[in-house]
């Protein structure tokens, strides 16, 4: 043999190695989920036997619902889960005994109550949209069997609640002490990536090279990361002692992380437009830049550990405190060759770059304190990540799945179906499911699709399978290869409607159980029932006010802009964190929305930039003319300016715009007038300087040609919507 | 102890409701843990905390039934 054949041999092992502890990553984790979910949901049907509940498939089904592949949402699902199966049990009780003789008033109240819950749904975020979600779904799914025996309700309801509890036990255990896999990672995987992409941004955007589509998708990206973490966040607090302890650090975190992410792309436009009008003040800028951005980048290389973090953090400080002489040094160099406009520029530009690696400085401070897990430092409390909810858009969504629900039962009672009872049942199960879901006729499509396989798979297995098989072991071994293939599907992001629903409704036909019945007509005349409930919420999803559809879209833009008139109306406390969270929330909302409409939508992001760099400025702007006395010339001008700015974000045309325009310009004037060098002392000169600052940023942002096209096309007598 | 009591005129378990003291007492002995930071000196955090409750648990069942 010859070193070439053994030289080739080793290298195909060594690519065989590589490509394999490739796939190792990415797909081991997908498997132990499939064993996991499966292990689950045997094991909750095989006590579910043994206890002899009526009903094992409940439990099952369940499991499906509750698995994730982390386990922190697990058990913060099965909390709030176990909360709204609680609450729903309990409306169910009411409505049986209020309307057990009249189907029709019942029908009305349970549509009533899925209405509700839905709407709180998509009024809440995160695990308390679940509660009401699963509030919904529980009193469907006990209140109607229950309805049909009133005599038996206590039983039906007590059988369900321990069915479900079991359920979401089972979840939580198996995958709580199976080959766990911990948020922390997560949070540690997100929180650092965001660092290193963060300064790779910083840096590779200096250049210039970066287009506007890219800077977008950078700060969509961005944004995904601050929502993602906050919701990671308030899942492991429940799951991981350890997590807890650092909630507040990691609050902190996102909210300094928002906060230099903005900082730093007003610096950026501001710089770039100096650069590109050739003005000495450019040269001058990109200089002092860049030799920031060699403090930062000499760890972007070694970045991960706490100890490369905080030796960054230590430059950065040393780099703080050259920074005023320099600055000093520019301003004087310049002083006489600028005119007052280019002056005002690059005072601006200065303060945001002083801001800007002030909040760098204590973004990566923190960043190495959770890093190298020392000791907790205390927030103050009004770090909170605030979500804007919308109540229209709920209670929208509330009437759609009343609709729905009430469109099903009337066809029930009009036909007299005997099986009509479960197509209510799941109408209403799936309008409340899917009620937050980004693109819900999609879902539900897949849903639809998912159920016929589950269905016909459950046939086939329930009549020509189980009926040869002897005990419960034997059968928990047939289907086990079928949830296995469910499972595996529901890993795959397109295919895990299908997957959910094939798994759902395969154990819901099978109905696996103490005593089971073998009944081919009433499971094959069930299955049609609730695949025809599934529908025709489908048809409602599609038809009233779609949540992907236009009207949503505005609604959203609106929201956005609305935050601006929060910043410029509310009380200080803890607003400029407010301002941000809710901003970034929305943001994330239209992210999805553009997602789930395969990446059209690009427009509605035209006023991500202006309202985030408005809005914080305006809040700077606030605070700073608290700090000192102002002249009552000033404040007035301030007050009319910061009036006529709201009103333009609050419903933008092109006149508004010029108002707003007209007031900044008024109180950039009695700011520079009340700045004179003779008129006041230095501190509320710095002060009046920063103000400027503040004022110039406005400006330039609303004099953007963005902001005017978008003002215009969203002008609703704006005459030509579609002009660009 | 009787196994079973009357709430309401509805049979409830006395083990259901040593299952939500023990949830309870493990839940403040959880947070107490894990302030101290206990949890970073043991190997499968969540098997130990799945124990704990199990052996709470079995302690009040065994207190019910004796």
């Keep these: 043999m010859n070193a070439a054949a053994v030289d080739g041999r080793k290298a195909r092992f060594l690519a065989g190695l590589t490509e394999s502890s490739a796939w190792a990553r990415t797909e081991w984790w997908n498997w132990v989920f499939v064993f996991k979910t499966t292990l689950a949901a045997l094991l909750a049907m095989l006590i579910a036997m043994r206890l002899q509940l009526d009903q094992p498939r409940t439990a099952m089904i369940t499991v499906f619902v509750v698995m994730q592949p982390q386990t922190g949402l697990v058990l913060a699902k099965s909390l709030y889960r176990i909360a709204g199966t609680l609450a729903g049990t309990a409306a169910s009780l009411v409505l049986v005994a209020l309307f057990a003789q009249e189907r029709e008033l019942f029908i009305l109240g349970l549509a009533a109550w899925i209405g509700l819950c839905t709407a709180g749904a998509a009024f809440y975020r995160n695990f308390k949209s679940y509660g009401f979600v699963l509030g919904g779904y529980t009193a469907a799914m006990i209140g109607l069997p229950a309805a049909m025996h009133p005599d038996a309700f206590f039983g039906i309801a007590a059988t369900r609640l321990t069915e479900v509890a079991l359920g979401i036990l089972c979840a939580g255990v198996i995958s709580d002490t199976i080959l766990p896999r911990r948020l922390s990672h997560a949070i540690t995987g997100n929180v650092r990536s965001r660092y290193t992409e963060f300064i790779r941004f910083v840096h590779g955007s200096l250049s210039g090279s970066a287009g506007r589509h890219e800077l977008e998708s950078m700060r969509q990206r961005l944004v995904g990361h601050v929502v993602s973490l906050e919701a990671i966040r308030t899942a492991a607090v429940l799951e991981d002692p350890e997590v807890r302890v650092r909630s507040s650090m990691l609050r902190r975190l996102n909210s300094e992380f928002m906060a230099v992410c903005t900082t730093f792309h007003s610096f950026r436009r501001l710089l770039v437009r100096l650069v590109r009008d050739a003005s000495p003040a450019g040269e001058a800028l990109t200089a002092l830049y860049q030799s920031f951005d060699e403090t930062l980048l000499e760890m972007a290389n070694a970045a991960g550990g706490a100890e490369a973090a905080r030796q960054t953090a230590r430059r950065i400080a040393a780099f703080r405190l050259i920074l005023p002489s320099r600055v000093a040094a520019i301003r004087s160099n310049l002083a006489g060759g600028l005119e007052r406009r280019a002056a005002v520029e690059l005072d601006t530009a200065l303060e945001l770059l002083d801001r800007f690696v002030r909040e760098m400085h204590a973004y990566t401070k923190s960043y190495a304190r959770l890093e190298e897990n020392g000791p907790v430092v205390p927030t103050p409390d009004d770090v909170v990540f605030a979500v804007p909810n919308d109540p229209w858009l709920a209670l929208l969504s509330g009437a759609r799945a009343f609709f729905a629900v009430l469109a099903v039962g009337a066809f029930w009672i009009a036909t007299a179906w005997p099986q009509g009872i479960s197509a209510v049942m799941n109408a209403g199960i799936v309008s409340a499911l899917f009620a937050t879901a980004p693109e819900p006729s999609r879902s539900v499509d897949r849903m639809v699709f998912g159920f016929t396989c589950g269905f016909l798979t459950a046939l086939v297995v329930k009549f020509l399978v189980v009926p040869s098989l002897d005990g419960c072991l034997l059968m928990a071994a047939c289907i086990a290869p079928v949830l296995m293939a469910g499972a595996l599907l529901t890993t795959r992001p397109n295919l895990a409607g299908i997957g959910t629903g094939g798994m759902i409704f395969f154990t819901y036909c099978l109905s696996p159980g103490y005593d089971m019945q073998f009944n081919p007509v009433d499971t094959v005349n069930e299955g049609i029932a609730t695949i025809m409930g599934v529908a025709a919420a489908g048809i409602m999803f599609k038809n009233f006010l779609p949540p992907a559809g236009a009207w949503f879209r505005r609604r959203l833009t609106c929201q956005l802009r609305q935050q601006v008139v929060l910043a410029c109306f509310e009380p200080h406390a803890g607003l400029s964190h407010r301002f941000e969270s809710g901003a970034h929330d929305i943001l994330h909302r239209m992210a999805v929305v553009k997602q789930a409409r395969d990446g059209h939508g690009e427009h509605e992001f035209a006023w991500m930039f202006p309202v985030l760099e408005v809005g914080r400025a305006v809040i700077r702007l606030r605070q700073d003319a608290d700090a000192i006395g102002l002249s009552h010339q000033l404040a007035g001008a301030l007050r009319e300016g910061i009036n006529s700015t709201a009103r333009f974000f609050e419903r933008p045309s092109g006149r508004r715009l010029a108002a707003a325009l007209a007031g900044v310009d008024k109180m950039l004037e009695a700011a520079a007038r009340e700045a004179q060098p003779d008129s006041c002392t230095s501190r509320s000169r710095q002060v009046l300087r920063k103000i400027l600052a503040s004022l110039h940023l406005i400006r330039s942002t609303l004099m953007d040609e963005e902001i005017t096209l978008a003002a215009i096309s969203a002008a609703p007598s704006g005459g030509t919507p579609h002009a660009a | ?66």
Aim: glycine fraction near 6%.
């Design chain 2, 1 to 66: 102890m009787p196994r079973e009591f009357a709430l309401l005129d509805a049979l409830v378990p006395t083990l259901f409701l040593a299952f939500l003291a023990s949830i309870a007492c493990q839940a403040v002995l959880d947070r107490i843990m894990g302030a101290c930071g206990v949890y970073r000196h043991v190997w499968h955090p969540s098997l130990f905390r799945l124990c704990i409750f199990v052996c709470i648990f079995c302690g009040c069942g065994l207190a019910i039934i004796r």
